[in-house]
Every structure is written in structure tokens, then in C-alpha cells.
């Protein structure tokens, strides 16, 4: 769980901007998300292959960019 310190007079709204930040960081809300509902491993596996595509994708695109 993340954890922020306060520092000298610093407001309430702030510390929780800051909290929240680093809990998308760490992906807590997703993996909540993810486990509120139970996923068929075909579906998983499914949703897996698609996530690794898409990264390939990018990443070729990527490459293509800078190799020209």
C-alpha cells in the first residue's frame, strides 16, 4: 500500500492528489478492478494475447520511427 508523508503545512487536498497518484502508479485500482469478477482462462488468455499485440505493435512502430 502506498504511503505519503505530509510535510509542514501542506493541504489536505495535495496530499491526497499526491496519494492518489501513487496508487495508479503501483496499479492498485486496476488489479482491483481485474479481481472484482472471475474471468474464464480462455477469456484471460484471450485478453493476454491481444495486450501482447498491441505492445508489438507499438513497439515496431517505434523502431520503424527511429530507423528511418
Do not use: H, T, W
Not at 500500500?1 to 503501483?26: H, Q, S, T, W, Y
Amino acid at each position: 500500500m502506498p504511503k505519503v508523508v505530509g510535510r509542514d503545512n501542506e493541504p489536505f487536498d495535495i496530499l491526497l492528489k499526491r496519494f492518489k497518484k501513487r496508487c495508479e502508479k503501483a496499479a492498485i485500482l486496476s488489479d482491483i478492478k481485474k479481481n472484482q469478477y472471475f474471468e474464464k482462462p480462455s477469456v484471460q488468455k484471450r485478453r493476454e494475447e491481444n495486450v501482447a499485440k498491441r505492445k508489438m505493435v507499438k513497439a515496431m512502430r517505434k523502431l520503424n520511427r527511429f530507423n528511418k
